[in-house]
């Protein structure tokens, strides 16, 4: 096996980079700021934040629309017709049964189904809800991307029944992500004539690009039982990039559809209860069962013009067995892509992660300066901007312990930097880079004795060498915690995941109240926007630390970097062995 060609690069020159907490100046884009502020950002809490329970932002266009995430939305349509209500569970759980037999829930009744049904996801006889929805908002309006939902013939409305994550937008209206396929109801009379009713779908899950009411699916180039796509960006060409299944390496998988084919082998089941089945396992092991690799879809008038693979830093030999999975998670208007790549580990048989850069059909890494300090083990590009500068971590050898270290890579001249973040053992993940040079990611904050860390957002001005956690840059006394900055636009505006205390609420988004009357409050996680404040200037937090203090990401950070932080970045799935 051998690498792909690379790129003749100039040695890498190591910059000394400094450190600076509070900004004392930030590129262009921040240069007039009125001290009528005290601060360098407002935050803009999304309205969309109010239609569930957690809101995670991910990308955002020029104009200003951006890409949100949801959970837990509110007001979930509860199909009644699937619900047993002579069963023990629902008898036991409800608080007024014929009511709820009628679709009349109360609060208490609504939240106990709800949970029912969801407890029972991926049963091909309960009720299918998303748990996930994604919407275009801006500051005034909340857009629902419907995927690949299906219509309930019986209201004419979308049922809610396919899970979506929302990752890239472009300027052209486009949005492009990952969909589950929305289930339909089959009725079914067995052979002792019992009318059984299924929920099922035709795959798990597929990439997809929407623009206003029409959705484009973006299939893998091998779509065996369905295969599996995902999309993570799109540039102003209209070329998607992401993940797809491109070879079957299973030796099994056909044989098992042929089954389902075989009324006398499958049994009394209709046959797609039987390949729902086994789309579900096949999707739980899809590591041994498809090679994956970094995807191109070129768009064209609302359709899929092209698909191109893209090669890997590594040629496999014809007689390897080896299942190896490679990602593009974004591209910029010239058609450079950037992701993730199989490789060996330092001219070794070991396999490892590597930064990709796919530009003309060539696959190509980063750089390394050979007189760099540590070890590096393994490396993720994460964006590029106009001007081919690369972004991402590698994951090194640092006192003693392995953080993410977040660098800037010039693709024509081959330089690499390592700025310095705030502490030497922090984990740093760059997540989006503009033509302004303006990096914004999430950082650990400060070293503690407990092993947790606090995580906050941050901005970093390449020109300037100036590296700022966003905190600081907001108002000393904002409810808002930045947790994570999640993309910026050639404004300047950057979208962020924040925590905030605020009022709970019940599954209809009314304010929930206890036995006394009383409202309760906890962390939330909401998606907002910073935007630039002309003239303004960093606040003096000093004159607040007595009375108030932000309260930290805590293992709320955890909880949406488990979801979204690391899903744009990191390659979907390890690199396995073909099982014998």
Same mark, same amino acid.
């Given at each position: =096996?051998?690498?792909?060609?690379?790129?003749?690069?100039?040695?890498?020159?190591?910059k000394t =980079?400094?450190?600076?907490?509070i900004?004392?100046?930030?590129?262009s884009?921040?240069?007039?700021?009125?001290?009528a502020?005290? *601060?360098?950002?407002?935050?803009?809490e999304?309205p969309?934040?109010?239609l569930?329970v957690?809101?995670?932002p991910t990308?955002?266009?020029s #104009?200003?629309?951006?890409?949100v995430?949801?959970?837990?939305?509110?007001?979930?349509?509860?199909?009644?017709?699937?619900?047993?209500?002579d069963?023990?569970?629902?008898i036991?759980?409800?608080?007024?049964? &014929?009511?709820a037999?009628?679709?009349?829930?109360?609060?208490?009744?609504y939240?106990?189904l709800?949970?029912?049904?969801i407890s /029972?996801?991926e049963?091909q006889?309960?009720q299918?809800?998303?748990?996930? /929805?994604?919407?275009v908002?801006?500051?005034d309006?909340?857009?629902?991307?419907?995927g690949f939902d299906?219509i309930?013939?019986?209201?004419?409305?979308?049922?809610?029944s396919?899970?979506?994550?929302v990752?890239?937008?472009?300027d052209?209206?486009?949005s492009?992500?990952?969909?589950y396929?929305?289930f339909?109801k089959?009725?079914?009379?067995? &052979?002792?004539?019992?009318d059984?009713?299924?929920v099922?779908?035709d795959?798990y899950?597929?990439a997809?690009?929407?623009?206003?009411?029409?959705?484009?699916?973006?299939?893998?180039?091998?779509?065996?039982i369905?295969?599996y796509?995902?999309?993570?960006?799109?540039?102003?060409?209209?070329q998607?990039?992401?993940?797809?299944?491109?070879e079957?390496?299973?030796?099994t998988?056909?044989?098992?559809?042929d089954?389902?084919?075989d009324?006398s082998?499958?049994?009394d089941?209709?046959?797609?209860?039987c390949?729902?089945?086994?789309s579900?396992?096949?999707?739980?092991?899809?590591?041994?069962?498809?090679?994956?690799?970094?995807?191109i879809?070129?768009?064209?008038?609302?359709?899929?013009?092209?698909t191109?693979?893209l090669? =890997?830093?590594?040629?496999?030999?014809?007689d390897?067995?080896?299942?190896?999975?490679?990602?593009a998670?974004?591209?910029?208007?010239?058609?450079i892509?950037?992701?993730?790549?199989p *490789?060996?580990?330092?001219n070794?048989?070991?396999?490892?992660?590597?930064a990709v850069i796919y530009d003309?059909? /060539?696959?190509?890494? #980063?750089?390394?300066d050979?007189d760099?300090?540590?070890?590096?083990?393994?490396?993720?590009?994460?964006d590029?901007n106009?001007?081919?500068?690369?972004?991402?971590?590698?994951?090194k050898?640092i006192?003693?312990?392995t953080p993410n270290?977040?660098?800037?890579?010039?693709?024509?001249?081959?330089?690499?930097d390592?700025?310095?973040?705030?502490?030497?053992s922090?984990?740093?993940?760059?997540?989006?880079?503009?033509?302004?040079?303006?990096?914004?990611?999430?950082?650990e904050f400060?070293?503690?004795?407990?092993?947790v860390?606090?995580?906050?957002?941050?901005?970093?001005?390449?020109?300037n060498?100036?590296?700022?956690s966003?905190?600081?840059l907001?108002?000393?006394n904002?409810?808002y915690t930045?947790?994570? *900055?999640?993309?910026? /636009?050639?404004?300047?505006?950057?979208i962020?995941?924040a925590t905030v205390?605020s009022?709970?609420?019940d599954?209809?988004?009314?304010?929930?109240?206890?036995?006394?009357?009383?409202?309760?409050f906890?962390?939330?996680?909401v998606?907002v926007?910073?935007?630039p404040?002309p003239?303004g200037s960093i606040?003096?937090?000093?004159?607040?630390? &007595?009375?108030?203090e932000?309260?930290?990401?805590?293992?709320f950070w955890?909880?949406?970097?488990?979801l979204?932080?690391?899903?744009?970045?990191v390659?979907?799935?390890?690199?396995k062995?073909? *099982?014998?």
């Open positions: =096996m051998t690498y792909a060609p690379q790129q003749p690069m100039k040695k890498a020159m190591k =980079m400094k450190q600076t907490r900004a004392a100046l930030l590129s884009a921040f240069l007039s700021i009125p001290a502020f005290g *601060a360098q950002y407002q935050v803009v999304l969309v934040a109010e569930g957690d809101s995670y990308a955002i266009n #104009i200003g629309e951006i890409a995430n949801l959970s837990s939305q509110f007001n979930p349509v509860i199909d009644v017709s699937l619900l047993n209500f069963s023990a569970t629902l036991a759980g409800l608080t007024n049964l &014929e009511n037999r009628s679709g009349d829930f109360n609060t208490a009744d939240e106990f709800y949970s029912y049904i /029972n996801a049963s006889f309960f299918q809800i998303a748990g996930l /929805n994604s919407y908002a801006s500051e309006t909340s857009i629902l991307l419907h299906t309930d013939n019986d209201t004419d409305e979308y049922r809610n396919a899970t979506t994550t990752r890239g937008i472009n052209f209206g486009y492009v992500g990952v969909s396929d929305g339909y089959l009725e079914y009379v067995t &052979e002792d004539i019992e059984i009713t299924y099922l779908n795959f899950a597929r997809f690009a929407q623009i206003e009411d029409a959705v484009v699916e973006l299939a893998p180039p091998q779509d065996t369905g295969g796509s995902e999309a993570y960006d799109i540039n102003e060409l209209n998607v990039v992401g993940i797809g299944t491109t079957l390496v299973s030796t998988l056909q044989d098992s559809i089954d389902c084919a009324e082998v499958r049994g089941i209709p046959e797609a209860s390949l729902r089945s086994l579900i396992s096949t999707f739980a092991s899809l590591d041994t069962v498809f090679q994956q690799r970094g995807i879809w070129q768009l064209d008038d609302g359709n899929v013009a092209n191109y693979t090669p =890997m830093l590594i040629e496999p030999d014809d390897d067995t080896t299942i190896y999975s490679s990602t998670v974004a591209i910029n208007d010239l058609g892509a950037v992701g993730t790549s *490789a060996f580990y330092q070794t048989d070991t396999l490892t992660s590597a003309n059909d /060539n696959a190509y890494t #980063i750089s390394e050979n760099e300090e540590y070890d590096i083990f393994a490396s993720y590009a994460t590029i106009n001007n081919d500068l690369v972004v991402g971590y590698a994951t050898s006192l003693g312990s270290k977040f660098f800037v890579y010039d693709y024509d001249s081959g330089i690499i390592y700025p310095d973040d705030f502490f030497d922090a984990s740093t993940v760059p997540t989006a880079i503009n033509d302004d040079n303006l990096v914004v990611g999430f950082t400060e070293e503690t004795s407990s092993g860390r606090r995580v906050e957002g941050f901005v970093y001005d390449y020109r060498d100036i590296f700022s966003l905190n600081d907001i108002e000393c904002s409810p930045i947790a994570q *900055a999640n993309g910026i /636009n050639e404004n300047g505006e950057i962020a995941t205390s009022v709970n609420k599954i209809t988004g009314e304010i929930e109240l206890d036995e006394f009357d009383a409202q309760s906890s962390t939330h996680v998606a926007k910073l935007v404040i003239g606040d003096n937090c000093e004159a607040y630390e &007595e009375e108030y932000r309260q930290g990401a805590g293992f955890m909880l949406f970097l488990g979204f932080g690391f899903a744009r970045f390659p979907s799935r390890a690199i062995p073909v *099982a014998p």
